[in-house]
């Protein structure tokens, strides 16, 4: 197995230590002329409390590996990604408490 990197190892440690399924944390490392991107995978129940309230957390979490890379010399982006079936569609607005529904 190829050695973790600083930016990597300081991802995996602040995720593992916010979600309830730290066994899948998943984090890859890909290096292009852009800079590096890592991917991160968590496990479904575990993608709200990486995103935060409006994205919070994920800006932050951003924040601090970007800072790491600058640190290294380095452009570091982030990219979370959506586990399988992760998204669960809007309900319809109208369908539910509209006033059609009153029968006025």
Request: charged share 30%; glycine share 8%; hydrophobic share 40%.
């Amino acid at each position: 197995m190829a050695k973790q990197t600083t930016d990597q190892e300081f991802l995996e440690f602040i995720v593992k230590t916010l979600v309830d399924h730290p066994e899948d944390v998943k984090v890859d490392r890909q290096v292009d002329e852009m800079g590096v991107l890592l991917s991160l995978k968590v496990h479904p129940e575990d993608m709200g409390q990486i995103i935060g309230r409006s994205g919070s957390t994920a800006r932050a979490i951003r924040s601090l590996v970007r800072i790491i890379g600058l640190k290294n010399h380095a452009r570091v982006n982030l990219k979370i990604e959506e586990p399988e079936g992760g998204r669960v569609p809007a309900p319809d607005k109208k369908a539910s408490g509209s006033l059609d529904d009153l029968k006025l």
